[in-house]
């Protein structure tokens, strides 16, 4: 791959309007094109891109690439030479981003930029990957190299943003994930089972102009066989499909294993290359059935066949019965419901869950965490939250980094300790009171979290006076003392009570050390 076309066409796309926040705003597509874009629908973001004049040649360049590289609609020879002066058409050619037949230009590949804001700052990309079903109209080749989607950009919002030595990206694809990894770590080792994946990722690192990555072709572990980490990310191949003649295997999606077992594989396979102290972070499903599986609790079954006690916390974010689990991942493969294959593919998917006994299918959040030291206890966290998150323009990795840090801190505080803390309550926390009509006595309590998981938690007037005290003068224990007191029960059984709760508020960040 030659690095001068890349400079060139990194070049031209830096001289061109081509950038999320000039497609989203009302010069191109706007909100509601972009809304059907994220629908799976291309036709009113054409349309509104047609509709307009554009307002100058870096505008024009930006409507050419978007219809031929977003939209996946062929473009006239003239204009798409016209948005790629520095590279040119012989030079794209040469990259395999497009084909030229007479006066006609079709896209090869999807290149789309690409936008976010993290610890580090707001960073704006372009990344390449194979073109998808909307430009395709059809199904998708089975090894599809999958760019920019809901999965890679919740995986690396959840990215714990911690300065740290190695990184490895497991199952890298178009490498989203290496690239995000790389902002916080000296070294990236990132591996993949596709070496067409592998193209797609080295040239997107190149594109961007981000060094200290080291890609490399193999399965799973295979590639870092005796090596350690200190922080782990995989988007794995998790969606569970039939193992039968028929049935499509996508390479970026399924990990040639029957059920839910490539990601039990990945969880067990992390504790011997975690580093003391390392995180890995993944996304995963996990089946519920009539033959004794445990939905999201059995990630701590697949963690204690690891070389290592690790601790896990394991957040359900979706739980799908089978039914609605199969047209999901049928209709993602460029299917459409209605069509002969459909139906084939639907019956397959039925009848594999069926003869195993699998009702659903959860989908969700792993963390997991190398304690420092052998012998303290793991801590085993399991939790359903399938509500909108809070809001927070870095993503959930800072909230994830301070849960872990809290539950460090509270592993080794005794109930006496912890009574001696001086806590704070977060500055996103508010209470919420409901009365029946004409009645002083609340009848529910309950206290909200602006951000991270937003979370809402039955409260009482003790635990919601205790609450309210925590401003980081006086100790838990003497606020308990008072309002001992104050209510008129007993300290010791008023205490046995909120110093548990106290705990879960610490670790879910509504008081804070």
Do not use: K
């Amino acid at each position: 791959m030659s690095s001068s076309l890349i400079a060139a066409l990194r070049s031209d796309l830096d001289h061109s309007l081509f950038t999320v926040s000039h497609l989203s705003g009302a010069g191109a597509w706007g909100a509601a094109g972009g809304a059907a874009l994220f629908r799976g629908e291309r036709i009113a973001a054409r349309r509104a891109l047609e509709s307009r004049s554009p307002a100058g040649e870096r505008e024009r360049a930006s409507d050419t690439l978007a219809r031929l590289f977003v939209l996946g609609y062929p473009q006239d020879r003239d204009d798409v030479e016209a948005a790629l002066p520095r590279l040119g058409l012989a030079g794209a050619f040469e990259l395999d981003l497009l084909d030229v037949d007479g006066d006609v230009v079709r896209p090869l590949v999807d290149l789309r930029p690409y936008s976010f804001v993290d610890s580090a700052g707001e960073a704006n990309w372009w990344i390449a990957s194979d073109l998808g079903e909307l430009a395709l109209q059809g199904p998708l080749r089975e090894d599809h190299v999958l760019g920019i989607g809901g999965a890679s950009t919740t995986l690396s919002g959840l990215m714990i943003p911690r300065r740290v030595d190695r990184v490895l990206d497991l199952g890298t694809g178009s490498g989203i994930q290496a690239l995000h990894a790389a902002r916080h770590a000296r070294e990236v080792v990132a591996t993949d089972i596709s070496e067409r994946a592998l193209a797609f990722a080295r040239l997107n690192a190149e594109l961007n102009l981000i060094d200290g990555i080291d890609f490399r072709l193999g399965s799973l572990f295979e590639p870092v066989r005796g090596e350690t980490f200190d922080h782990i990310v995989s988007n794995p191949p998790f969606v569970i499909t039939p193992r039968v003649e028929g049935v499509p295997a996508y390479e970026y999606r399924d990990g040639g294993m029957v059920g839910d077992a490539l990601v039990a594989t990945v969880v067990a396979g992390c504790a011997e290359h975690l580093a003391p102290g390392g995180v890995a972070q993944l996304l995963g499903n996990w089946e519920t059935g009539r033959d004794g599986r445990r939905g999201a609790y059995s990630v701590a079954d697949w963690v204690r066949r690891g070389a290592r006690p690790l601790d896990v916390w394991v957040v359900e974010r979706e739980v799908q019965d089978a039914p609605t689990y199969a047209e999901t991942w049928i209709r993602d493969g460029g299917t459409r419901p209605g069509s002969p294959d459909f139906e084939r593919l639907y019956e397959a998917w039925l009848d594999d869950f069926e003869a195993r006994g699998i009702t659903e299918v959860g989908f969700g959040y792993i963390t997991l965490r190398r304690p420092t030291s052998a012998d303290a206890a793991a801590v085993e966290r399991i939790e359903r939250l399938t509500g909108a998150l809070g809001g927070s323009e870095v993503g959930l990795g800072p909230h994830l980094a301070d849960t872990l840090d809290a539950l460090d801190r509270l592993r080794d505080l005794g109930d006496d300790q912890l009574a001696a803390q001086t806590l704070r309550v977060a500055g996103d926390v508010t209470e919420q009171r409901h009365y029946w009509p004409g009645n002083d006595d609340p009848t529910v309590i309950e206290l909200r979290q602006g951000g991270g998981f937003a979370r809402t938690v039955p409260s009482g007037t003790a635990l919601s006076g205790l609450v309210g005290a925590c401003d980081g003068e006086l100790s838990v224990g003497a606020i308990v003392g008072a309002l001992a007191e104050l209510l008129e029960v007993d300290e010791a059984d008023l205490r046995a009570e909120l110093l548990p709760q106290v705990r879960e508020l610490v670790t879910t960040g509504i008081l804070r050390f």
